[in-house]
């Protein structure tokens, strides 16, 4: 009976061991220690957005060109820091007409605005590999408050990779031509790559 208690104790405290090595504290821990630094957004990251139209269809596009800087804090989650930019003249629909819609000054007037920016103001951790970042969205000279979902999905040595989503209203910045008819909500899909510099 003393060997079978014993065996029983050893497997217990093995297991309490186990899944305390898995988790979200000791996996936070690990993963802020691995990605903590200031990476470069690359091109190969992938900005994607959606506009759904009444009746089904809608607008689905990309933007070709970005650019932008994130800093992870390895201590403190909270003072970490994004900086992001996308020029609207490289946005892709696949439709030449639509691009020309949207590239003409009843929405993104990128001759006169040839960027749109968002920094963030926060960020909040929400699990060991989520964050909410909020910021500033500045589009058509009229910023306003925008928030993303982050969700780490994968990370290397000198390399890190979000799925990051959110909702923007564009009658925020001027940009509500066709509404109701079109959504005012802009879905974001996005896939940010981040080079260690």
């Given at each position: 009976?003393?060997?079978?208690?014993?065996?029983?104790s050893?497997?217990?405290r093995?297991g309490?061991?186990?899944?305390?090595?898995?988790?979200?504290?000791?996996?936070?821990?690990?993963?802020?220690s691995?990605?903590?630094?200031?990476?470069?957004?690359q091109?190969?990251?992938?900005?994607?957005?959606?506009v759904?139209?009444?009746?089904?269809?809608?607008i689905t596009?990309?933007?070709?060109k970005?650019?932008?800087?994130?800093?992870?804090?390895k201590?403190?989650?909270s003072?970490?820091?994004?900086?992001f930019?996308?020029?609207?003249e490289?946005?892709?629909?696949?439709?030449a007409?639509i691009e020309?819609?949207?590239?003409?000054?009843?929405?993104?007037?990128?001759?006169?605005?040839?960027?749109?920016?968002?920094?963030?103001?926060q960020?909040?951790?929400?699990?060991?590999?989520?964050?909410?970042?909020?910021?500033?969205l500045?589009?058509?000279?009229?910023?306003?408050p925008?928030?993303?979902?982050?969700n780490l999905s994968?990370?290397?040595?000198n390399?890190?990779?979000?799925?990051v989503q959110?909702k923007?209203?564009?009658?925020?910045?001027?940009?509500?031509?066709?509404?109701?008819?079109?959504?005012?909500?802009?879905?974001?899909?996005?896939?940010?790559?981040?080079q260690?510099?």
């Open positions: 009976m003393k060997t079978t208690d014993a065996l029983f050893n497997v217990l093995a309490i061991a186990t899944l305390l090595a898995f988790s979200p504290i000791a996996a936070q821990a690990d993963t802020l691995e990605v903590a630094g200031r990476y470069a957004i091109p190969s990251s992938r900005v994607g957005f959606t759904s139209q009444v009746g089904g269809g809608g596009g990309n933007f070709k970005f650019s932008g800087t994130f800093a992870l804090n201590s403190d989650i003072q970490s820091m994004i900086n930019t996308l020029y609207p490289s946005v892709s629909t696949g439709q007409r020309s819609f949207l590239r003409s000054d009843a929405v993104f007037d990128s001759a006169n605005y040839p960027t749109i920016t968002f920094k963030s103001t960020i909040t951790q929400t699990s060991a590999d989520t964050a909410e970042v909020a910021g500033i500045t589009a058509r000279g009229k910023s306003s925008a928030s993303f979902q982050a994968d990370h290397g040595k390399s890190i990779t979000f799925h959110g923007v209203m564009r009658s925020r910045y001027g940009m509500d031509v066709g509404t109701p008819i079109y959504s005012n909500v802009v879905q974001f899909d996005m896939t940010i790559r981040g260690r510099s």
